[in-house]
């Protein structure tokens, strides 16, 4: 099993930068696809960007292509979600979660661990 804690939510102006970060315990975060999912109230869960295993690939959701990049760091067992140009509908419940095996899947069924999220606010 894997332990995820999210950090590095907070409150930004539209058009900021956040730096979120997802800190594994327990296991090796080389082993699983990481992803970022997102919640705002009264919205199902939504995918936002996947990373391999070895950190070569990635993938995104449209309404984040070109604003956000997800990375990893297996030697520090982190995953991180860069957050550029922000804007007040990426205003969610940021989740991170760990698949096992290879498939970067973009649905949250397919994942088997989760953090407990770290809020974003952007405002007008």
């Known amino acids: 099993q894997v332990q995820l804690v999210e950090s590095g939510g907070g409150l930004v102006q539209a058009g900021g930068s956040l730096r979120l970060s997802c800190a594994a315990a327990g296991r090796t975060v080389s082993t699983y696809v990481m992803g970022w999912f997102r919640q705002a109230p009264g919205k199902e869960r939504e995918f936002v960007a996947a990373?391999?295993?070895?950190?070569?690939?990635?993938n995104y959701a449209d309404s984040v292509k070109g604003r956000f990049t997800i990375s990893r760091d297996n030697a520090k067992n982190t995953v991180y979600l860069q957050m550029n140009s922000l804007k007040p509908e990426d205003t969610a419940v940021y989740h991170c979660?760990?698949?096992?095996?290879?498939?970067?899947?973009?649905?949250?069924?397919?994942?088997?661990?989760w953090g407990q999220g770290t809020q974003v606010t952007v405002s007008s």
């Open positions: 990373v391999s295993r070895s950190g070569g690939y990635t």
């Open positions: 979660a760990a698949l096992t095996g290879s498939i970067m899947a973009t649905t949250p069924d397919r994942y088997n661990y």
